[in-house]
């Protein structure tokens, strides 16, 4: 009889035990499953560094050095698919025309996101659409200028120490690639719409908006970016 008391405490224990092990190997499971789900779902999924080497290299070669733009850019990915962008950047210009001249430089910058054409998987490689807004403010001189009016005719007239903000949008495409590791390349296509068209009174419109490039109603840019990815 003892014993088979002894036998059925044993077998209590054994099954205790058992069923404490089978309790801890199933939230084991459910922790690594829900771990493996937020991973799968999670919102923050890095941030690039982006250089531009595209538009100085360009406007070098076209303009000789007269016109220099340089910007770079930040972006992050979420949910594997959206790039919320900022990109910052400087610009100058001095260029001479039918005895003419201007001469302006000031800082700009970009807001927008991207969307990944290509949803599934992880890789890094993908074709990107998106917007932006941009916007400039630049300090200007344009000396030489000939002006005509109604009561003086035509003359020439300097004007100095011009200030200027300028707003635009923006459509972009284009793609990025994971070279190695961190380090990944891209370029953008830009479509440009300018918004601020009109002139304050006594104003003179700048020749250049940096930017965007030469004052026009539509623009287009090329960026080809470096980038690394933290």
């Known amino acids: 009889m003892q014993v088979w008391r002894l036998l059925r405490k044993k077998i209590c224990v054994f099954t205790c035990m058992n069923r404490w092990w089978l309790i801890l190997l ?29 538009m100085p290299i360009l406007e070098s ?64 490689n993908n074709m990107l659409v998106g917007v932006r807004l941009g916007g400039a403010y630049q300090g200007y001189d344009m000396t030489n200028v000939l002006v005509h009016g109604e009561y003086w005719g035509e003359r020439v007239q300097d004007f100095c120490d011009q200030k200027r903000f300028d707003c635009w949008g923006e459509i972009v495409a284009g793609c990025q690639v994971q070279v190695y590791k961190g380090f990944q390349m891209g370029w953008y296509v830009r479509m440009k719409l300018l918004f601020t ?34």
Do not use: H
């Open 61 to 124: 070669v076209r303009f000789a050095g007269k016109v220099q733009s340089y910007e770079a850019a930040v972006n992050v990915r979420l949910a594997k698919r959206f790039y919320p962008t900022i990109e910052m950047g400087y610009a100058l210009a001095d260029r001479s025309a039918d005895g003419g001249a201007y001469k302006g430089n000031g800082g700009f910058g970009r807001v927008g996101v991207d969307m990944a054409m290509i949803k599934k998987g992880e890789s890094e």
């Open 197 to 230: 068209r009109n002139a304050k009174d006594g104003e003179v419109m700048p020749y250049y908006v940096p930017g965007l490039g030469f004052r026009n109603d539509f623009n287009w840019g090329l960026n080809y970016y470096l980038a690394y990815k933290f």
């Open 26 to 54: 199933l939230c084991g499971l459910s922790l690594c499953a829900s771990a493996r789900e937020y991973a799968d779902t999670a919102i923050y999924q890095g941030l690039s560094v982006k250089l531009d080497i595209a």
